[in-house]
């Protein structure tokens, strides 16, 4: 199976700072990589996937912007934080022909003050 | 309508009980389907699949009706280790693109 890394896992950003959560994948090739968004006591938002390097698809219009230098690896950035950007970021793999089982990253935390 | 729905709950149960969800879907071209637990500030696992002749695993039994465009799951003998929220997953026009219900919080009590 899968294994996905994710970091940072926690950070305090104010607003207006820049941010980058990185993500990278082990145990798999050419995956589709996947941006989620969970804003608190709510549902997982989709904000990019991706199915190859530089193919990037955004789901909703923000300020949040998203890139795939490599194959296995995914970048989430901003160069102005919003206090709404607040949440848990949660960076996806699944490979394809393997019934899109969809694996996770173990998140990360961004409060925006 | 949004495009994976499921009642928020939460479920309250005691331990033994049996308890079962519904998740429904607006796109009749969707092909992939899947139930999450999620474990509060923790990230989704993939509790199942869910096949078109349905799928048993221990006390877990997933269901899809096409026909209605909706998924289940059936949790058996509850254990106060299945206090969680249940993620349904559902991909969107047969594309990679996977869309989450917003969740159905379950609580078994002792």
């Known amino acids: 199976s899968q294994t996905i890394h994710q970091w940072p896992a926690t950070l305090v950003q104010p607003v207006g700072s820049p941010l980058s959560l990185e993500c990278t994948v082990e145990g798999t090739s050419n995956p589709n990589l996947y941006w989620y968004r969970q804003a608190a006591g709510r549902g997982l938002q989709l904000l990019f996937y991706?199915?190859?390097?530089?193919?990037i698809s955004s789901e909703v219009p923000q300020n949040l912007s998203a890139s795939r230098p490599q194959d296995r690896q995914f970048i989430l950035s901003s160069k102005k934080l919003l206090l709404s950007d607040s949440g848990f970021y949660l960076c996806?793999?699944?490979?394809?022909?393997?019934?899109?089982?969809?694996?996770f990253g173990e998140g990360s935390w961004l409060t925006v003050v | 309508r949004k495009e994976v729905e499921q009642d928020p709950g939460p479920f309250n149960v005691p331990e033994g009980a049996t308890v079962a969800f519904n998740c429904t879907y607006s796109n009749s071209a969707s092909q992939s389907f899947f139930w999450y637990r999620q474990d509060c500030r923790k990230e989704p696992k993939l509790l199942m699949s869910?096949?078109?002749s349905g799928n048993e695993d221990g006390r877990f039994t997933a269901q899809l009706n096409r026909a209605s465009q909706y998924i289940s799951l059936l949790i058996r003998d509850s254990k106060l280790s299945d206090s969680a929220t249940y993620l349904c997953?559902?991909?969107?026009?047969?594309?990679?693109?996977?869309?989450f219900g917003s969740g159905t919080r379950l609580l078994v009590r002792p």
């Open positions: 997953v559902v991909n969107r026009d047969s594309s990679y693109k996977l869309i």
């Open positions: 869910v096949y078109s």
């Open positions: 991706s199915v190859g390097i530089g193919q």
């Open positions: 996806a793999s699944t490979t394809p022909g393997t019934r899109n089982t969809i694996y």
